[in-house]
């Protein structure tokens, strides 16, 4: 498995690990993907021996959406791009849910994101999979080092670099600090809401198996693909100078955060569906809690910024065509 960044690139944000922190953090990034594999392997035996109840189920899509919703909502739209305000309780429920996505502490996780779309698909991007070559095995070795093994690499993002606002704010960084202890409750959580309804305890270990540790693997599965597939394959309707793309099968199974076009083209909205017919949970909840006064100050592009977008991308694509019949 490269452990190594090929898009290292020589920046004061970004530092090498001494041989202790890097321990640590492989320690921990291998932990978030086997140990929720192992709890996934458990709960496929129990969905083929039959030895599960509807409550797992449920627990598996109510916990899944928690894992999404604290992701997408709270690190990705509220921390990492302030698409919005909210609240003290608010930014609570956001942290708190986020943590339990187990993708990482609040500082590592709002540094990488802000540090992805700082280099996005050039050297320094933490985990692009256009960096690796041009041949199709070189583009696959691509595409599993930005869904995974980058995780792993012997570099971090430095704090006061990427994200100032965030280490200079109490609140955040207890979140930050209460990681572990997050991630634990959102493991334990539905086993003991299975316990409570079925009254027996294996329903406890069905429901760490089902709402904790095989959500964990397959929600985290899905927003992986944000940042290997969500950058290769898809739509590109607005002109990035990346190769961000909106894909709708991972739009819809992260909540909208495939539509990573979009995303790049205006990284401050709250909403990643420039249209509303485009899949895009969050940004739909994110509405309706402004709506209802949850949520302030929601940031979206004007049509007019959207319009202009749009006519710069078919400028870029005119101007290519007309270069290949030149060339013709
Ligand atoms: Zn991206
Ligand atoms: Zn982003």
């Known amino acids: 498995m490269a452990t190594a960044n090929p898009a290292a690139v020589a920046h004061p944000g970004i530092v090498r690990l001494d041989p202790i922190s890097l321990r640590t953090k492989r ?35 109510g916990m899944y959406f928690v894992h999404m919703f604290g992701i997408t909502v709270g690190f990705h ?45 050039q050297e320094g991007d933490p985990h692009s999979p256009n960096l690796h070559g041009r041949t199709f095995k070189q583009r ?48 334990i959580l539905p086993g003991l809401i299975g316990l409570a309804v079925e009254q027996t305890w294996m329903s406890f270990v069905t429901g760490v198996a089902f709402g904790g540790l095989a959500r964990i693997f397959l929600a985290n599965q899905a927003a992986w693909m944000v940042g290997s597939v969500c950058h290769a ?33 205006f990284p401050g909205s709250y909403r990643h569906g420039v249209t509303w017919r485009e899949p895009d949970l969050s940004g739909w909840i994110i509405a309706g809690l402004g709506k209802i006064g949850v949520v302030r100050e929601l ?30």
């Open 27 to 61: 320690l921990s990034a291998l932990s978030t993907m086997t140990l929720p594999l192992i709890g996934t392997a458990a709960a496929t035996w129990f969905l083929f021996t039959g030895n599960f109840t509807a409550t797992d189920i449920w627990l598996f899509a």
């Open 77 to 121: 739209r509220y921390l990492a791009h302030k698409a919005f305000k909210s609240g003290p309780v608010f930014e609570a429920i956001m942290m708190i849910t986020a943590s339990m996505g187990a993708q990482g502490p609040v500082m590592w996780w709002v540094t990488t994101h802000r540090r992805h779309h700082r280099f996005s698909d």
């Open 140 to 187: 696959m070795h691509g595409l599993w080092y930005a869904h995974m093994p980058w995780m792993l690499s012997d570099e971090n993002s430095k704090w006061s670099v990427f994200a100032p606002d965030v280490l200079r704010d109490r609140r955040l960084m207890y979140f930050h600090r209460t990681y572990f202890t997050w991630v634990a409750s959102g493991v």
């Open 233 to 265: 394959i898809g739509g590109r309707p607005f002109e990035n100078e990346d190769k961000s793309a909106n894909n709708w099968p991972v739009a819809l199974l992260t909540f909208g955060e495939g539509l990573q076009n979009n995303h790049h083209a």
């Open 299 to 328: 940031r979206e592009p004007t049509k007019e910024q959207i319009q202009k977008k749009r006519d710069q991308a078919a400028a870029m694509a005119g101007a290519g065509r007309s270069a290949t019949t030149r060339t013709e």
